[in-house]
C-alpha cells in the first residue's frame, strides 16, 4: 500500500497529539503526587467551639493584615501629598490612614465594645 504525503502527515499530527496529552498526563500525575499533602485532623472529634474560634482567628488575621497594608497605602499617600502640596491627596490619604487603623484593630475594638 502506497502513502500519501497527506496520510503521513496526518499520522504524524495524531502521533504528536498523542505525545502531547501523554506527556500532559504524566506531568499532572507528577505535580500532583509531588505536591501531595496530607490532612492532619484533629484526633478524636476534637471540640467544635475551639475550631469556630481557630476560625475566626484565622479570619481576623487575614483581616489584620488588610488592614495594615491599607494603613501603609495611606502613608504613603499622605507622605505624597506633602510632596506635591494637594490638599485633596492629603485629605484621601489621611481618611485611607485611618480607615486602615480601624481595620487593623477591628477585633481589639470589638473586644472592647464587648461585639466579640
Known amino acids: ?10 499520522l504524524a ?3 504528536n497529539r498523542v ?7 504524566a506531568a499532572f500525575v507528577l505535580v500532583s503526587v ?6 492532619l485532623a484533629a484526633g478524636g ?5 475551639s475550631i469556630v474560634n481557630n476560625l475566626s482567628d484565622f479570619i481576623f488575621s ?6 495594615v497594608i491599607i494603613l501603609g497605602w495611606g502613608i504613603v499617600q499622605v507622605g505624597m501629598s ?8 492629603r485629605t484621601q490619604g489621611f481618611l485611607c490612614l485611618f480607615g486602615g487603623l480601624l481595620i487593623a484593630f477591628c477585633k481589639e475594638i470589638l473586644t472592647a465594645i464587648g461585639a466579640v
Open 45 to 49: 472529634g476534637g471540640d467544635p467551639l
Open 62 to 67: 487575614i483581616i489584620k493584615a488588610l488592614g
Open 13 to 15: 499530527a495524531r502521533q
Open 1 to 10: 500500500m502506497k502513502t500519501t504525503k497527506k496520510s503521513a502527515e496526518t
Open 19 to 25: 505525545k502531547r496529552r501523554y506527556i500532559s498526563a
Open 34 to 39: 509531588a505536591l501531595a499533602c496530607p490532612a
Open 82 to 89: 506633602f510632596q506635591s502640596h494637594d490638599a485633596s491627596q
